[in-house]
């Protein structure tokens, strides 16, 4: 790509220059119409399952949207999908999936009172670490699910997710366990269900990782599962 964008250039000026176009936000004041935000957001969709402007395009089945509620308190964000989730075109299907299932019972929540997407919209061969400049050519898709979204908190899983939120190059294992914020959004790290899978005796420290989510959500309503 030829054009010169940095970390603080905004969204809108990341997909102008990927010749996506580029829409209004509406903000949740009452001034758009749900028929407006539907049309929104399914644009917005359509242009990741057209997207070409990184070559992972080349080699996916599906992109990978997300998925869940739109309206959500809480967005989840990984890394990339993998196999099931590039063939299928929905996050979190495999076997991560289904641990970050339970995670979420544990927290006394389904998929569905959540969002669930990936910094990545497309599998990297071989679910190989994502590139910079592949990170840097599909994060406007994922700012712009956030600024749509506006969760109260996000919640990073693994240490692609956590780093580009946070702009940095430190290790998971530092930035679990500390308080962060992103956009004046609060911000937990924790460890990628994937991870977990090879190491689980890793699990209590999600768990540690969670809790100030797991407060918040005992302090507020949701309905208790079904
Ligand atoms: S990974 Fe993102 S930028 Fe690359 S082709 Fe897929 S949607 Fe486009």
């Known amino acids: 790509m030829d054009f ?113 997407a990936n910094v990545l919209k497309c599998r990297p061969p071989n679910n190989r670490t994502p590139l910079p400049d592949e990170i840097q050519c599909c994060s406007p898709f994922l700012n712009q699910q956030i600024q749509w979204i506006k969760p109260k908190i996000l919640i990073a899983l693994g240490a692609v997710a956590a780093q580009f939120l946070l702009q940095t190059e430190a290790k998971i294992g530092s930035l679990r366990g500390q308080p962060h914020v992103y956009q004046n959004i609060p911000l937990i790290v924790t460890y990628h269900p994937a991870y977990l899978l090879r190491r689980p005796i890793e699990k209590a420290k999600v768990w540690h990782d969670l809790q100030p989510l797991y407060q918040r959500i005992c302090a507020h309503t949701h309905a208790p599962l079904q």
């Open 4 to 116: 010169m964008l940095t970390v603080s250039s905004s969204p809108e000026e990341y997909l102008t220059a990927m010749g996506i176009d580029v829409w209004l936000l509406r903000p949740r004041d009452g001034s758009n119409t749900t028929d407006d935000a539907k049309t929104d957001w399914l644009s917005l969709q359509q242009q990741v399952q057209r997207c070409q402007a990184c070559a992972l395009h080349q080699t996916r089945n599906h992109a990978v949207f997300g998925v869940g509620d739109v309206k959500a308190d809480y967005l989840l964000i990984g890394e990339a999908p993998g196999m099931d989730e590039d063939r299928l075109g929905e996050p979190f299907v495999g076997q991560a999936g289904q641990l970050l299932n339970e995670i979420l019972f544990a927290l006394g929540l389904k998929r569905e009172h959540v969002y669930i």
